[in-house]
Nanobody
Framework: VQLQASGGGSVQAGGSLRLACAAS????????MGWYRQAPGKQRELVAR???????NYADSVKGRFTISRDNAKTAVYLQMNSLKPEDTAVYYC?????????WGFGTQVTVSS
């Protein structure tokens, strides 16, 4: 299983970015897909997740600003990030839970300047 993330970049505070992640390979049953992030000196944290049933959950710090969605085939996930803040600066990682095993994609850098 491979997860390919894209869409990171640099933006000023208040701006928007959209991350995308596509899963490929031996995909049979994706239980959930999500986005995590890790800022320098901090632990990796959950940003948002969407289950196969369409349920979503978000970190409190991004509620109302970020939206996670997926494609109809349920093998791609997107993260629309609005009203970005400098504290959103981090490396963002896509993840997929497939039959109880967690897969990670390479991170994509998001930098928000004040």
């Amino acid at each position: 299983v491979q997860l390919q993330a894209s869409g990171g970049g640099s933006v000023q505070a208040g701006g928007s970015l959209r991350l995308a992640c596509a899963a490929s390979g031996m995909i049979f049953d994706i239980d959930s897909m999500g986005w995590y992030r890790q800022a320098p000196g901090k632990q990796r944290e959950l940003v948002a997740r969407i289950t196969s049933a369409g349920s979503t959950n978000y970190a409190d710090s991004v509620k109302g600003r970020f939206t996670i969605s997926r494609d109809n085939a349920k093998t791609a996930v997107y993260l629309q990030m609005n009203s970005l803040k400098p504290e959103d600066t981090a490396v963002y990682y896509c993840s997929a839970n497939i039959m109880g095993r967690i897969y990670w994609g390479f991170g994509t850098q998001v930098t928000v300047s004040s």
